[in-house]
DNA sequence: ACCATGACGTTTC
DNA sequence: CGAAACGCCATGG
C-alpha cells in the first residue's frame, strides 16, 4: 500500500485515543474527510485486528456509546472489560457519562 | 461492471 | 418510546 489506505488513517487516529477515553465511528470518519463513512470505519477495525491486534478497537464505539462491535471481541466480554479497565463505566454495553470520556480526534488538533 | 454486506448515523413512522 | 428504512462509502464475490 503505497498511498495511505482508509483504514490506515483509522488506524492512526484509534493508535491516537487517550487511555480512559473512547470515540465513536462517526467521529474517526468525519476526521477522516468521509463524515457519512462511519462504516468503513468499522470495516476498518474489523480488518485492523488481522493487521494491528493490538490496536485499541475496544475504544471505539458507535455513537451512542453503544459496545455494537463487542461481538467481534473474542471474547464479546473482552471489549467491556478493557474500557472497565481503563477506568470506564460499562453497564450493560452502554458506556456511562460517554460524553466525559468521549475523545473527539478533531479535539486534539 | 453489478450486487451484496457491514463494529454507523440520521430521519421518519 | 421503539422499530424500520434510507443514505453513505469501501471491500469482496
Known sequence: MDKINFFQKV???????????????????KYLGAGKAA????WAMNASFKDDPLLP???VV?????????????????MQQLLENEGIEVIDNQ???FKKV?????DKI
Open 11 to 29: 488506524y492512526e487516529v484509534v493508535r491516537e485515543i487517550p487511555e480512559g477515553r473512547v470515540t465513536s465511528y462517526g467521529a474517526i470518519a
Open 39 to 42: 462504516r468503513m470505519v468499522g
Open 57 to 59: 478497537a475496544h475504544r
Open 62 to 78: 458507535n455513537r451512542n456509546g453503544l459496545l455494537t462491535g463487542r461481538h467481534h471481541f473474542d471474547p464479546p466480554e473482552l
Open 95 to 97: 458506556i456511562q457519562d
Open 102 to 106: 468521549f475523545w473527539d480526534p478533531n
